[in-house]
T-cell receptor
Framework: GNSVTQMEGPVTLSEEAFLTINCTYT??????LFWYVQYPGEGLQLLLK?????DKGSNKGFEATYRKETTSFHLEKGSVQVSDSAVYFC????????????FGAGTRLAVHP | EADIYQTPRYLVIGTGKKITLECSQT?????MYWYQQDPGMELHLIHY???????EKGDLSSESTVSRIRTEHFPLTLESARPSHTSQYLC???????????FGSGTRLTVV
């Protein structure tokens, strides 16, 4: 069945550094791919998504490209801010349907001034 | 802006008490979900519903129960709370799974 693997955290960066959080997946077909963000004490928010191969999702300076050749959906940001400190989750639908999502284990990002 | 509401945000309760965690959404979504989030951040699906009077257990076995009598309301109940139930509980809804979920802010439950 479909599965997702994220890089382990925590990731600690200085403000204005470049961010990459790796996400790879195994899937039947080409399902939509998602990145969610969870700020301290909050629920998850949809950060960006891509619905087909080679699509690039973007939001708030974050980007991720749906790469079917490498089955990856890495999250990137050119210059992180302290306010980006959060936990980031990669997700995709379960096999055989689109009604349930599988989430990665989450990667905690800490950005210091 | 979230259109899915969870109450209470925080709850500290004694062992053996019955509790209900509320979840309501105003988007008319058919599909709703409950996740348990452990301290390591991982999300575990414990219940889901694809519509009124439809409920299913998720991937993680849970002693909680749910009901879906109205489209907008998906409460979770623990008949007898135990310290092992201490966790964060997240509710979510979806119009179509492929479009992603909208999450509530969560309920952080502590059983003492």
């Amino acid at each position: 069945g479909n599965s997702v693997t994220q890089m382990e955290g925590p990731v600690t960066l200085s403000e204005e550094a470049f961010l990459t959080i790796n996400c790879t997946y195994t899937a039947t077909g080409y399902p939509s791919l998602f990145w969610y963000v969870q700020y301290p004490g909050e629920g998850l928010q949809l950060l960006l998504k891509a619905t087909k191969a080679d699509d690039k999702g973007s939001n708030k300076g974050f980007e991720a490209t749906y790469r079917k050749e490498t089955t990856s959906f890495h999250l990137e940001k050119g210059s992180v801010q302290v306010s980006d400190s959060a936990v980031y989750f990669c997700a995709l639908p379960v096999s055989g349907g689109y009604n349930k999502l599988i989430f990665g284990a989450g990667t905690r990002l800490a950005v210091h001034p | 802006e979230a259109d899915i509401y969870q109450t209470p945000r925080y709850l500290v309760i004694g062992t053996g008490k019955k509790i209900t965690l509320e979840c309501s959404q105003t988007m008319g979504h058919d599909k709703m979900y409950w996740y348990q989030q452990d301290p390591g951040m991982e999300l575990h699906l414990i219940h889901y519903s694809y519509g009124v009077n439809s409920t299913e257990k998720g991937d993680l076995s849970s002693e909680s129960t749910v009901s879906r009598i109205r489209t907008e309301h998906f409460p979770l109940t623990l008949e007898s709370a135990r310290p092992s139930h201490t966790s964060q509980y997240l509710c979510a809804s979806s119009e179509l799974g492929g479009r992603g979920y909208t999450f509530g802010s969560g309920t952080r439950l502590t059983v003492v």
